[in-house]
């Protein structure tokens, strides 16, 4: 079946450190990947997609590439700042797009800290 | 545009009552969403519709749980009767492309 995997958090980093956060998926046919970002108390927010094999999806400084060969999607920042303590989902869409069924990560909190 | 309207916010009651959560998706969008969010599962999708139609329910856990969409503008999420393992918080999002998520209602079930 289609699935998500994503590391384990909490992770906690001090500002401008470098952050990874690993996602490896399993799916059936070529399924479009992303990564949403909850802020607490509030709901979702698309963070950065890919639709395909070697795209690179990027916003805010984040970064991440379909890897096929690995199938792999990870999130990566050069420097991460306060602001960017949240919980990051990594999922993937079964029809190639956002409009079906969406499968989520379990997420992984980051808290950064001054 | 507003976003994706969710009501109750917060929302808490006894075991047994009926509990409804209600949601206004974005305006021109086809998609709607129902998800729940608890530590112990994560994010689940419970059911989703296609202009108005429900399209794949398999999420919804039992007969307690029923979602309508009577028109494009709104959908309720139906809880009868609610029991404690049900509190959680529960997402509706909207989509004609990328979805997107309202701030959800948390649910707490005495």
């Known amino acids: 079946g289609n699935s998500v995997t994503q590391m384990e958090g909490p992770v906690t980093l001090s500002e401008e450190a470098f952050l990874t956060i690993n996602c490896t998926y399993t799916?059936?046919?070529?399924?479009?990947l992303f990564w949403y970002v909850q802020y607490p108390g509030e709901g979702l927010q698309l963070l950065l997609k890919?639709?395909?094999?070697?795209d690179k999806g990027s916003n805010k400084g984040f970064e991440a590439t379909y890897r096929k060969e690995t199938t792999s999607f990870h999130l990566e920042k050069g420097s991460v700042q306060v602001s960017d303590s949240a919980v990051y989902f990594c999922?993937?869409?079964?029809?190639?797009?956002?409009?079906?069924?969406?499968?989520f990560g379990k997420g992984t909190k980051l808290s950064v800290k001054p | 545009d507003a976003g994706v309207i969710q009501s109750p916010r917060h929302e808490v009651t006894e075991m047994g009552q009926e509990v409804t959560l209600r949601c206004k998706p974005i305006?021109?969008?086809?998609?709607l969403f129902w998800y729940r969010q608890t530590m112990m599962r994560g994010l689940e999708l419970l059911i989703y519709?296609?202009?108005?139609?429900?399209?794949?329910d398999s999420g919804m856990p039992e007969d307690r749980f029923s979602a309508k969409m009577p028109n494009a503008s709104f959908s309720t999420l139906k809880i009868q009767p609610s029991e404690p393992r049900d509190s959680a918080v529960y997402f509706c999002?909207?989509?004609?492309?990328?979805?997107?998520f309202g701030p959800g209602t948390r649910l707490t079930v005495l």
């Open positions: 999002a909207s989509s004609s492309g990328e979805q997107f």
């Open positions: 890919a639709t395909k094999a070697d």
């Open positions: 519709f296609n202009n108005n139609v429900p399209i794949d």
């Open positions: 799916a059936t046919g070529y399924p479009s």
């Open positions: 305006s021109g969008h086809d998609y």
């Open positions: 999922a993937l869409a079964v029809y190639g797009g956002s409009q079906g069924n969406l499968i």
